[in-house]
C-alpha cells in the first residue's frame, strides 16, 4: 500500500466527492456518513504516513512515478519530504470537522458542500504531494473552482463580490507563476521540480521568477498589500469555507516560498530579501492594528490570520538576513523551523476559532461583536473553548501558538535586533485584539435577550472543538516530533536558499 | 507516386471530398423528393452522412505520408486528415444540436442541411489546397455558404442585416485576398505554394511586402482579429443561434489552415516579415476581445468577442513563427471548436419556441432549471477561462510555451494578464447560472435525451481531454512538421 499510499490520499476524498454529488441531494443522509468516513479514512491513511516517515533523510519519500505528457516530460510525480508531510497530516485532520460542522447546519444543497469540500481536500493534499510543477500547478488552479463555488453557493450577502474577487486575485497571481514554471522548462526540459532547483540561472533571470513567484504566492499568503481579497472572502465564506481557507489555503503560499522561491531562485532571494521582511514586518504590525478595530469577528479573525502569517514570511527569509549579518547560517534553520510550526499551529487555531463563530453565527445569525456579551453565562463550555483557543492565538506558552512565533522572534534576534523588537511587538497587538474580543464576546453581563437563550454545545460541536483543543495543546507542550520530522529537510532548504545558482 | 498519374486508386486521399460532393447531391435530390413531406428526415439523413464520412475519412487515411494531387493543387497530407476529421466531428455535433431550435422556428429545412454540407466541402477544399486558386475556391465556398446560411431566417430583419454585412465585408476581404495573391503570382509566376514556397525568400522586398500585408489582412479578417473584427460580433448576434454556432465552429478550422497554408507553408521564407505584422494584431485582438467582452449584456455577443479573444491566442502560436507555435495553434483551434460546440450549444438547448436565451440574465439561476445543462456549460466556461482540469489550460500552457521558445516575454506577459481579463467574463456566466435566482418566467430547456447526451459527452471530453492531454497534444506535434 506504501507505494501508493500519496495516490490513495488524493483520490480517495475526490472519488468520495464524487460519489457524493451523484447520490445527489435526495440520498443526503448516505452522502454525509460517505463523507465523514472518506474524510476519517483520509487522515487513518495519515497514521501510516507518519509512521513510516524517514526523519533522517531530506530526500523526497513515498515516491510514485507514472508517465503524464511524455512529451513535455511531465510526469504523475508525487513525493513528500519534512515540509509538505506535515502539511498533507494538517489538510486531512482540519476537513473532518469542517463535515461535521456542517452536519445539519447546511439545508441548501447538502451532497454538493459535501463534495465540493472533499474534492477540495483531495487537491489540496495533492498540491503539497506534487513533485512535478506542472502537476503541482495543475492541482494549485483546480482548487479555485470548488473554493468559489463554496463562498459564491454558501456565502453570506455580498458573496457574489466576495467569491469573484477571490478567484481573480489568486488566478492573477498564479498565471504568472504559469509563466514561470515554463519558462524553466523550456530552459531545462523538464517539469520536475528537482530539475528546476538545479537548474542554473542569471541573476536577472532570477528576479523576473522571483517577481512571478512573489506575486503568486503573496497573494495566497496573503501578504500586505495584496491581502484585501481574504477579509472579504472570510466574512462571506460559510464556517467549513473560512475554516479550510484559513487552515490550508494560507499554507500554501508559505509552502510556495519553501518550495519553490528559495530552492530555485535563491540569489534572487538573498537579493530581495529585505522587500520580504518589510512587508511581512507591516502585516505583523500594522494588520494588528487592523485588526484592533473590526467590528465582525470572522473579519477580525481574519486580520489575525494576516498578521500570524506575517510570522511565517519573516521567519522563511530570515536565513538571509542571518547569512548578511553574521556570515554563517547559525539560527537560519531555527526561523523556518518557526516558519513551518507556525503555519501547523495557525491552521489549527484559526480553524477552531472560525469553528467557534460558526457556532455563534448558527444560534445568533449574527457576526456582529456589538450584537453579544456574557455568552459565558449561557455557554459556559463554548466560553471555555473559546477562551483557550483565543489564547492560543496570543502566543500563551503551552499552546501551538507560542511554539512558532518563539522560534521565529528568537531567530529574529540573530538577524536583527529591531527586526525582534517590532515582530514581538504582535505578542501585544494579538492579545489586545484577541482578548479584547473575547472580552466583550464572552465574557460581562448577558448582553441581550437572544444571549441569555442561547444554548450550550451540543455534542458534535463539542467533539470537534475538543479535538481541536487537545491538538492544540499537544503540538504545544510537545513539538519535538513535528520538529524531528522536518529537521533534515528544513537543513537542507538551508543549504538550498544560500547556494548561488548565478552560472560561472 | 507521380503527380500527374490519376488512376482510381491515387484518388483515395482526396475520398472525403469526392464522397462529401457526392453526398451532397444525394441529400439534395433527397430533400426534393422526400425530405419536403418529412420535415426533419433530411436532417437525420445528413447526421448519417456525416457520420459515414468520419468512418471513411478514418479507413482512407494515411497518416504518415503526405500526398500531392491534381497537377499540385490538392495536398493530403496528417493535417489534411486531422482537420477534416475534426471538421465532420464537429459540423455533426453542431447539426445535432441544432435540430430542436430549427423546428421551434420552422426553419428546419433540407436546404440548412445542404448548405452546411457545401461548407464542409469548403472547409475540406480548404484544408487540402496546395495552391492559391484551391485556396480561393475553398474560401468562396465557404463563405458563400455560410452567408445564406446567416439569412436563412427570411422573417428576421436582424439575420437579414448580419447576412447583408457579413456579405460585403467578406468580399472585400475576398477581393484583398485576391489581390494579394494576384502579386504573389506576379512576382514567382506560378500559383503551386509549394514552388512559391522556393521563390519567395527575400524579406523585406517590397512586392513581397506588398503581398503579404494583403494576405494577412485577408487572413486577419476571416479569423475575426482585430482590427478587421466588426462583423463578427454582429453576425454571431444578428444570425439564428444555431447558425452561430456552425459559424462559430468548423469554419475555424478551416480558417486555421487558411493561414497554415498561406503563411506558415507558402510564405515560409519570409517568416519574419508576417510575423511582425501579426504580433500587433494578435496583441490588439487579445485586448479588445477581452475587454469588450466584459461588457455584454448579450451572450451571444459576449461569446463573440470571446472567440475574438481566442483568435488573439491562436495567432500567437503563429506570431512564434516556429514548428512549436504552429502545434500550439492548432491544439488551441481542435481545442476552441471542442469547447464553443458545446458553450453555444447551450445557448440553443436553453432557447424554445419564441424565446431566444440570448441574453445574460436568461440564465439566471439555470441550476435550478436544468441542472446538467448548467453544470456543462460551468464546466465549459471555467475551460475557456483556461482553468486546469479542464482541457482550455492545456491550450494556454503550449502558447505560452512557444512564445518562450521564440523569446517573447512581453507577449507572454500580455497573454497572461489577459487571460485573467477574460476569466471576470466566464465566472459571471458560471454566477449567473448557480449564485442567482431564477426568475419564475423562464420557459424550460431542451430535455431531448439524445441532444442531452451529446453535450453530457461534449462536456466529459472537456474534462477528460484536460486531466488525460497527452493523446491530443502529441497528435498536434505529430502533424505538423
Known amino acids: 500500500m506504501h507505494d501508493y499510499l500519496l495516490s490513495l490520499l488524493i483520490w480517495l476524498p475526490i472519488a468520495a466527492g464524487v460519489v457524493v454529488l451523484l447520490l445527489g441531494e435526495r440520498n443526503i443522509v448516505a452522502g454525509r456518513w460517505i463523507s465523514l468516513l472518506a474524510t476519517l479514512a483520509t487522515l487513518a491513511l495519515c497514521v501510516p504516513l507518519w509512521r513510516n516517515f524517514n526523519t533522517h533523510t531530506a530526500a523526497y519519500q513515498f515516491i510514485e512515478k ?38 445539519d447546519v447546511i439545508k441548501a444543497r447538502p451532497a454538493q458542500y459535501y463534495a465540493s469540500f472533499l474534492i477540495m481536500e483531495g487537491l489540496m493534499i495533492g498540491v503539497f504531494a506534487a513533485t512535478d510543477a506542472l502537476l503541482f500547478y495543475f492541482f494549485w488552479e483546480a482548487m479555485l473552482i470548488p473554493m468559489f463555488l463554496i463562498i459564491g453557493i454558501w456565502g453570506g450577502p455580498r458573496r457574489v463580490y466576495a467569491t469573484i474577487k477571490f478567484f481573480l486575485y489568486t488566478f492573477l497571481g498564479s498565471v504568472f507563476m504559469l509563466a514561470a514554471l515554463i519558462y524553466m522548462y523550456v530552459k531545462c526540459g523538464s517539469y520536475s521540480i528537482a530539475a528546476f532547483q538545479a537548474l542554473p540561472l542569471t541573476l ?34 460559510p464556517t467549513g469555507g473560512s475554516v479550510i481557507l484559513a487552515a490550508i489555503m494560507l499554507k500554501m503560499g508559505g509552502y510556495g516560498f519553501l518550495r519553490f522561491a528559495l530552492p530555485i531562485v535563491p540569489d534572487a532571494c538573498r537579493h530581495l530579501y529585505f522587500l520580504i521582511v518589510v512587508l511581512s514586518l507591516i502585516a505583523v504590525i500594522y494588520i494588528g492594528f487592523v485588526a484592533l478595530v473590526q467590528q465582525d469577528m470572522k473579519k477580525l479573525i481574519a486580520y489575525s490570520s494576516i498578521a500570524h502569517m506575517g510570522f511565517v514570511t519573516l521567519g522563511v527569509f530570515l536565513v538571509y538576513a ?110 489586545g485584539y484577541t482578548l479584547w474580543l473575547v472580552k466583550r464576546v464572552v465574557f460581562g453581563p448577558v448582553g441581550n435577550d437572544r444571549v441569555a437563550k442561547l444554548k450550550d454545545l451540543n455534542g458534535r460541536e463539542f467533539l470537534i472543538l475538543g479535538a481541536l483543543a487537545a491538538v492544540v495543546l499537544l503540538v504545544g507542550v510537545w513539538p519535538a516530533p513535528l520538529l524531528k520530522v522536518m529537521g533534515p529537510s528544513i537543513q537542507h532548504l538551508v543549504h538550498q536558499a544560500v547556494a548561488t545558482k548565478i552560472p560561472a | 507516386m507521380s503527380e500527374s498519374m490519376m488512376t482510381l486508386h491515387s484518388l483515395g486521399p482526396a475520398v472525403p471530398e469526392i464522397y462529401l460532393a457526392a453526398a451532397i447531391c444525394l441529400v439534395l435530390l433527397f430533400e426534393a423528393f422526400i425530405g419536403v413531406k418529412r420535415p426533419g428526415a433530411t436532417g437525420t439523413l445528413a447526421l448519417l452522412v456525416l457520420a459515414v464520412g468520419a468512418g471513411l475519412t478514418v479507413a482512407f487515411a494515411d497518416v504518415t505520408h503526405r500526398v500531392v494531387l491534381f497537377d499540385g493543387s490538392y495536398v493530403a497530407d496528417p493535417l489534411a486528415f486531422v482537420l477534416k476529421l475534426a471538421g465532420f466531428l464537429s459540423v455533426a455535433v453542431a447539426l445535432l444540436y441544432s435540430r430542436t431550435y430549427l423546428r421551434n422556428r420552422e426553419i428546419l429545412k433540407g436546404e440548412y442541411y445542404v448548405l452546411a454540407l457545401t461548407a464542409l466541402l469548403g472547409i475540406f477544399v480548404l484544408i487540402s489546397a496546395n495552391s492559391l486558386l484551391t485556396v480561393y475556391l475553398g474560401v468562396e465556398l465557404l463563405a458563400l455558404s455560410v452567408y445564406a446560411m446567416v439569412a436563412f431566417d427570411r422573417e428576421s430583419g436582424l439575420a437579414a442585416e448580419a447576412a447583408m454585412k457579413y456579405f460585403v465585408l467578406g468580399a472585400i476581404a475576398s477581393g484583398i485576398l485576391l489581390y494579394g495573391m494576384s502579386i504573389v503570382y506576379g512576382l514567382t509566376g506560378t500559383l503551386n505554394l509549394g514552388r512559391i514556397a522556393a521563390a519567395v525568400t527575400a524579406p523585406d522586398s517590397l512586392g513581397v511586402v506588398l503581398a503579404v500585408t494583403f494576405i494577412v489582412v485577408a487572413v486577419a479578417f476571416k479569423l475575426g482579429a482585430v482590427p478587421f473584427h466588426m462583423w463578427l460580433p454582429d453576425v454571431y448576434e444578428g444570425a439564428p443561434t444555431s447558425v452561430t454556432l456552425f459559424i462559430g465552429t468548423a469554419p475555424k478550422i478551416a480558417y486555421f489552415a487558411l493561414a497554415l497554408r498561406l503563411l ?19 496583441v490588439l485582438t487579445l485586448v479588445v476581445g477581452n475587454v469588450v467582452a466584459l461588457v455584454q449584456t448579450n451572450i451571444k455577443r459576449m461569446l463573440a468577442y470571446s472567440t475574438i479573444s481566442h483568435v488573439g491566442f491562436i495567432i500567437l502560436g503563429f506570431v512564434a513563427g516556429t514548428a512549436s507555435g504552429y502545434a500550439a495553434a492548432l491544439y488551441y483551434t481542435l481545442v476552441y471548436v471542442l469547447v464553443s460546440l458545446g458553450s453555444f450549444g447551450v445557448v440553443v ?72 481579463v477574460g476569466a471576470f467574463y466566464y465566472l459571471r456566466v458560471v454566477k449567473l447560472m448557480y449564485f442567482d435566482d431564477a426568475p419564475q418566467t423562464l420557459p424550460p430547456t431542451e430535455r431531448s435525451f439524445g441532444v442531452r447526451f451529446a453535450l453530457g459527452v461534449n462536456a466529459a471530453a472537456v474534462l477528460v481531454l484536460g486531466v488525460l492531454p497527452a493523446p491530443l497534444l502529441d497528435l498536434c506535434a505529430h502533424v505538423i512538421h
Not at chain 1, 81 to 98: E, K, N, Q, W
Not at chain 1, 360 to 378: P, S
Not at chain 2, 359 to 383: C, E, H, I, V
Request: proline share 4%; hydrophobic share 60%.
Open chain 2, 349 to 420: 438547448l436553453a432557447s424554445r419556441k419564441g424565446f431566444e436565451a440570448d441574453q445574460l440574465s436568461d440564465y439566471k439561476g439555470l441550476y435550478r432549471r436544468d441542472p446538467l445543462l448548467a453544470l456543462a456549460m460551468a464546466m465549459l466556461m471555467f475551460s475557456t477561462a483556461g482553468v486546469p482540469p479542464f482541457v482550455g489550460f492545456w491550450a494556454k500552457l503550449r502558447i505560452i510555451q512557444a512564445l518562450w521558445e521564440s523569446h517573447d516575454l512581453w507577449l507572454v506577459i500580455i497573454a497572461v494578464v489577459m487571460s485573467v
Open chain 2, 264 to 282: 506558415a507553408h507558402g510564405l515560409a521564407g519570409v517568416t519574419v516579415d508576417w510575423t511582425r505584422m501579426l504580433m500587433p494584431i494578435a
Open chain 1, 204 to 237: 536577472t533571470e532570477q528576479r523576473w521568477i522571483f517577481a512571478a513567484f512573489l506575486i503568486a504566492f503573496a497573494v495566497k499568503v496573503p501578504m500586505w498589500p495584496v491581502h484585501t481579497w481574504l477579509p472579504d472572502a472570510h466574512v462571506e465564506a
Open chain 1, 322 to 431: 542571518i547569512l548578511r549579518n553574521t556570515g554563517t547560517t547559525h539560527g537560519a534553520a531555527m526561523g523556518m523551523d518557526g516558519a513551518m510550526v507556525q503555519m501547523v499551529s495557525h491552521g489549527l487555531i484559526s480553524g477552531a476559532l472560525f469553528l467557534c463563530v460558526g457556532v455563534l453565527y448558527d444560534r445568533m445569525h449574527t457576526r456582529q461583536i456589538a450584537d453579544y456579551g456574557g455568552v459565558v453565562n449561557t455557554m459556559p463550555v463554548f466560553a471555555g473553548f473559546m477562551v483557550l483557543f483565543a489564547l492560543a492565538n496570543t502566543g500563551l506558552p503551552g499552546t501551538s501558538g507560542f511554539v512558532g512565533e518563539f522560534l521565529v522572534i528568537l531567530a529574529s534576534f540573530k538577524a536583527n535586533f529591531w527586526y525582534s523588537a517590532l515582530a514581538a511587538l504582535t505578542l501585544i497587538l494579538a492579545a
Open chain 1, 66 to 103: 507514472a508517465a503524464w505528457i511524455p512529451r513535455f516530460h511531465a510526469y504523475y510525480a508525487l513525493g513528500v519530504d519534512g515540509i509538505s508531510m506535515p502539511l498533507i497530516v494538517l489538510t486531512a485532520l482540519m476537513t473532518i470537522p469542517v463535515v461535521i460542522a456542517a452536519w
